[in-house]
């Protein structure tokens, strides 16, 4: 069993920074892959960033690569530091926790368990 809950969601100008937290009820945390998703309204669920079990692996879709950064403290900590915002960065954002090894850290249905997801809002 785990339970994720994230905080850091906002409301913040284009070109702004925001840094989401994901903290997970879980034993043995450092054993699990964690990813990032997000859903804008009337859109899919999609991949954003991902992390190994270890933290030396890490993820990102094309459109964040550069700018937003995945990390995790073993502890029971995942952020995702998000720069240069972007109105299309308007979402909301969960984080997911992988029991299983995979080397798919892409898609949705590879992770057992959810927060509750937390908004992210840019202005333009």
């Known amino acids: 069993q785990a339970h994720l809950v994230e905080s850091g969601g906002g409301l913040v100008q284009a070109g702004g920074s925001l840094r989401l937290s994901c903290t997970a009820q879980v034993r043995t945390f450092s054993t699990y892959a964690m990813g990032w998703f997000r859903q804008a309204p009337g859109k899919e669920r999609e991949f954003v960033a991902a992390?190994?079990?270890?933290?030396?692996?890490t993820y990102y879709t094309d459109s964040v690569k550069g700018r937003f950064t995945i990390s995790r403290d073993n502890a029971n900590t995942v952020d995702l530091q998000m720069n240069s915002l972007k109105p299309e960065d308007t979402a909301v954002y969960y984080c997911?926790?992988?029991?299983?090894?995979?080397?798919?850290?892409?898609?949705?249905?590879?992770?057992?368990?959810w927060g509750q997801g937390t908004q992210v809002t840019v202005s333009s």
């Open positions: 997911a926790l992988a029991l299983h090894y995979s080397a798919d850290y892409f898609t949705s249905r590879r992770y057992d368990y």
């Open positions: 992390i190994s079990w270890s933290g030396a692996s």
